[in-house]
């Protein structure tokens, strides 16, 4: 243990008289730092902000006076998504898929005010983060670091000298992966200060931690990868060459070639298609402002038979709530799914790309960190699904009021003159209907649940790297 400690630190003392290393290092302490302090900034203010506009819009809903019950449906209602703690370590498809809803009846309107179009699977470069610092930049900094730890020793004729004495081979790679293994404790002391901040905000400890260790987990295959390359390769220059195309394909063109592949494998219908299928199936549920409609016949006649009455103005309710009522459910059981069809779809999509996690450990440790952070794809499809939970609710509490409330021949009378209009409104208290709507990631335990085959696949290439490097050493001073 004392000899591989000992390559270990004279590992660092090279490290710190070279030039290029110390700025290195440097350079990576800096990114982090400003990545680091620029996340929490804006992430707190996102937070701050979609808190106060979900506030004030359920503020000015109540706040509404008498009105028609059916004008508050249109009137509607507004839900935000605010970012979870651990979003200060990735913000996942927050920027990439849009911050609010509009909630109104008959209609399931897309999520407002993205930032950027594009990525939404995989959330990509759309900006410096510290999960993207830790994902793309740190690998470099160790590949920089540690591409020539062997190769040093063999153009200085130090490792057959090492050997000679006795030195044993898995001594010396235990030395410098002591070594590369200290640097990544450096680099993950900025995660462990974010991860600490996220559990004062309210966030899981296991969850903050268990991402911390996930990035331990990607940077130690890192290392490995490194370790391994500098002990098969001889020269410098091509060690540094196959560790930097291994960096390109693994961090740029796999993420890239796989979601273009999901796209292909699994296509989705475009707006304007779907839009038009919709509107197909629509005029089979029938109009709600329509009364008359021949498609409410059916309930005209049950609730006419329902309550021993012949004229609709003798029924107890208001026919026309009630066709709201039931038009409103079978809307949205056909809005629902499309909705669950698109979102199924995304989900394959975003399935298929993280299986390639298997040959490439950027995806499978960007799928482990957004899902740990609660920033994922599957978190923004929960969103819409209690966003749409929330306007269903809403909608129908109005529709009930509609129905019970306000008499058939008021409402049917309301645009006579003024004071028929009077009659044809109901008191701002039946707007009590709407529930308060604070989103926030899922618990600890389901998202280390749906993160745990993103460890398998990074737990595989450990290993791989491991028996690899074990086999590397019975011949290293070949």
Request: neutral net charge; contains cysteine; aromatic residues 8%.
């Amino acid at each position: 243990m004392s000899t591989v400690l000992t390559l270990a630190i004279g590992e660092w003392r090279f490290w710190l008289r070279s030039r290029l290393v110390l700025a290195s290092l440097i350079i990576m302490a800096c990114v982090l730092a400003v990545t680091s302090l620029a996340t929490i900034t804006r992430m707190d203010a996102a937070q701050a902000e979609r808190l106060a506009h979900q506030v004030a819009a359920e503020e000015r809903f109540l706040a509404q006076p008498d009105r028609h019950p059916h004008r508050m449906v249109h009137y509607g209602h507004y839900a935000y998504r605010a970012p979870g703690p651990l979003a200060i370590i990735d913000p996942g498809v927050d920027r990439v898929t849009g911050q609010s809803i509009f909630l109104e009846g008959h209609r399931q309107n897309s999520a407002m005010f993205a930032e950027t179009r594009s990525g939404a699977v995989l959330g990509r470069f759309v900006e410096l983060t510290p999960a993207l610092a830790y994902q793309v930049l740190a690998p470099l900094l160790l590949i920089i670091l540690g591409h020539s730890l062997i190769i040093r020793e063999r153009e200085a004729a130090t490792l057959a000298p090492l050997l000679a004495q006795g030195v044993q081979p898995v001594a010396i790679l235990g030395g410098k992966a002591l070594a590369l293994a200290s640097v990544i404790l450096v680099m993950m002391v900025p995660l462990m200060l974010l991860a600490i901040r996220a559990t004062l905000n309210g966030e899981s400890a296991i969850s903050a931690f268990t991402l911390m260790g996930a990035y331990a987990l990607y940077l130690l295959i890192w290392g490995g990868l490194v370790l391994l390359v500098s002990a098969l390769v001889r020269q410098r220059g091509m060690a540094l060459g196959i560790l930097a195309a291994f960096w390109v394909i693994s961090a740029v063109i796999s993420p890239r070639l796989a979601a273009s592949y999901a796209s292909v494998t699994y296509p989705a219908a475009g707006k304007i298609e779907t839009g038009l299928m919709m509107a197909r199936d629509l005029r089979e549920v029938g109009d709600g402002h329509d009364a008359g409609a021949s498609t409410h016949d059916h309930l005209r006649e049950q609730l006419l038979a329902e309550y021993g009455v012949e004229r609709l103005e003798d029924l107890p309710v208001n026919f026309r709530g009630m066709v709201a009522l039931a038009s409103e459910e079978k809307l949205t059981k056909l809005l629902n799914q499309y909705a669950n069809e698109q979102m199924l779809r995304e989900q394959q999509q975003a399935s298929l790309v993280h299986r390639l996690g298997w040959v490439s450990p950027f995806i499978a440790i960007g799928g482990a960190s957004r899902t740990l952070a609660g920033s994922d794809l599957a978190g923004h499809h929960r969103f819409l699904q209690e966003a749409e939970a929330l306007r269903f609710s809403f909608v129908q509490g109005l529709n009930t009021a509609h129905a019970h409330t306000l008499s058939y021949a008021d409402d049917v009378n309301r645009n006579r003159d003024d004071e028929a209009m009077q009659r044809a409104r109901v008191g701002a208290e039946n707007w009590k209907v709407l529930s308060d709507f604070r989103f926030s990631p899922s618990p600890a335990q389901d998202r280390l649940r749906a993160a745990l085959p993103f460890f398998t696949m990074m737990a595989a290439w450990a290993a791989g790297l491991f028996v690899a490097l074990g086999l590397v050493a019975g011949r290293l001073g070949a």
